[in-house]
């Protein structure tokens, strides 16, 4: 049946109080790993964009940090990555004063001379800057050098200074499993206090994820109906048109349970699914993520379903299997595609399905949450109605929509004009952020490098937590791993994945919401 829209405008701007402007005390930001591709593409350009809204104390500096002698290369690398994946103007003046704060250091992770030899070009860089003692060591390595640095700085004074905040940004993936994500929490805590260390998971920093908090505790009338009496089923989808992008090597280790459910996925399912904190305090938003995570019983492994993408077409261009792909074992048992079936089994859950799917090389790149209500106790319209055939009518949708076109819809059923009978079309309203806000250049990344330059770990995901989500994907990991499926590859790049991820959903009597 044809849907209808119905647009919602956001009110004038102008009339939005500004936030408070929250600016860091001067810092010094060091990237470990800075010559990886996550320094050029999403680090700087979005440092960059903090700049020009006035949100980077004067006095700050970037020292990168990697194996390679690079010199002055570094910081013009890092300008044409301003440039090109920040959207920067090319003679922006501001642009040449931010990267004459860009710095570069030459070391070896595992060389303790290194770190010596880093402290004192730090103490020379701030003390030139007039920077003082705060630093933010970002670990943007490869994750099996993150205990190396961290247990290095600890050695060397560098994680407790005499004067300023130390804090220390970890990247994804935090552990591969319980036991390493356990292990790596305890030597990162023998040298860091908790409040100093902030894991990042980007999905955190996006504005449509901060926005499910706003949506249902900013707003009267949707947390009423947000539980088990009126919800039928929730489901997160996380599709990617993108392939593994020659990070083969990385991808055959990980797979997507690993890489993209256990984190951002559960992320946004805790912001679905939690309690209303009693404050927007860090301490509260993440107690309450955790219950949320730790009322999920154990994940039967028939609820767990994983596909791999063969040769396929994608937005009308062949592209290769994952098993061609570059330093991709022709062999491979690594999923691309993972969807799972769990429970909250607390008060406001208990026996809602949550539906969650994420794979690679699908049709369509979608981020999307839907939440499916309940039908009406009574069918009034379902009836024939002057001999007519019945008719079925579709469940209410809140649809939040991640990335991309960013938004969130409800679907409704509504009559269709005539006079004649009574026939429901389903119609949706939507709520568009670039026509109501404009178009935002935000990457996730800003507002998370704030926030940790600022000390705030609301948006940071906390020890108890990254464990409570390892401890529910690791039997469903260690049992995969025991077995490569005789079906692998089980489905074409540009399609929604493989079959058995619909037989998850028929065996209950529904389907994958189509996007
Ligand atoms: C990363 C994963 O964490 O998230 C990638 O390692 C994935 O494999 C990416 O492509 C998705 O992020 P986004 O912001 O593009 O949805």
Redesign the pocket.
Known sequence: MATTQVKIHAEDLSKVPAALERIPEPTILVIFGASGDLTKRKLLPALFHLEQVNLLPKEFAIVGVARRTLGDEFAADMREGVVEFGDAAKDDPRLDAFIRKVHYFAMNFDDPAGYIGLDAELDRIAKEAGIGGNRLFYLATAPDYFTEIVENLGAHGMATPESGTVHVVIE?PFGHDLDSAKELNRRVNAVFEEKQVFRID??LGKETVQNILVFRFGNGIFEPIWNRNYIDNVQIT?A?T?GVEGRGPFYEKAGALR??VQN?VMELLSFVAMEPPVSFEAESVRREKLKAWQAIPAIPIKHAVRGQYGPGKVDGVMVKGYREEDRVSPESGTETFAAVRLEIDNWRWAGVPFYLRAGKRLKKRA?EISIQFKQPPLMLFNRSLHGGPCQEIEPNVITMRI?PDEGISLRFGAKVPSTQNISICPVNMDFDYSSAFGKSSAN?YERLLLDAMLGDQTLFAHRDGVETTWALYTPILEAWAAKTPDVFPNYFAGSWGPDCAEHMMEQENRAWRKL
């Open positions: 994804k980007h999905y996380a990617e993108l890489d993209v951002h981020t990335q996730g």
